[in-house]
């Protein structure tokens, strides 16, 4: 089965007041559809810079990026593919627009029809009943809100979801539900998710292969089970596994 992202020999250098900064250094890996892939890594190791690489949002210095085989573009038609859920759904979601006006948005933007329908159905797939539809962000909790967030991600049926830090902001039982939440909506959509987290437990619960990131570069890239197994090659990767709370079963 061929790759639905192909990430090959990416950097993304960002200039700041005269000096470079390289977020991304020659990175590659890729992720075959209907996988979930997760990087980890750090804060400041460039995870949440290849996400937004391919979402056309930093400054690529180099590489390639390609989504079913062709280069990733912005536009409607990516957008209509691909579609980003950040970490903090309070500052992603507009604090002035309902529910239901946050869900119709993509909508409109691509002309489909069926509106009310499919805000309904939206809402049901992630769980919140229709009593829901017309409240503001600041009248829903945070985990209702990262569920606001998801639905309006999977609003255009994207084949691919792009997740910052999706769960990190919430609670740990409600982390839980979310992440519960997004395996089950994976299986039932087909979907491929390319995951940033720097929790391996929340990696493990999750992904089936896992890239570590540190400054900028992959220092090792593990599959589940060697994750699980305590297999990790690079002292890198040791020092995180020891670090978080993710405890190997033995
Ligand atoms: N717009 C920007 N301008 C300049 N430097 C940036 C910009 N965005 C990110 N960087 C830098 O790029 C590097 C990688 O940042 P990135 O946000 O990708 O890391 P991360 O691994 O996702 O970290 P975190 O887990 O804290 O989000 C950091 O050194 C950061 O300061």
Redesign the pocket.
Known sequence: MSALIEIENLSVT?R?RGRE?R?VRDVSFSVAARESFGLV?E???????ILRAICGMAPVSGGSIRIGGAPAATGRAFAARVQMVFQDPYSSLHPRRTVDATLAEPLAIHGRGDRDARVLAALGDVGLDASFRFRYPHQLSGGQRQRVAIARALMLEPEILLLD?PTSALDASVQAEALNLLSRLRVERGLTFLM?S?DLAVIDHMCDAVAV?RD?AVVERLDRATLADGGAQEPYTRQLLAASAYAAPV
């Open positions: 960002f700041q900064v977020a890594g804060s400041g190791s460039g995870k949440s810079t830090e940033v720097h990131m900028g």
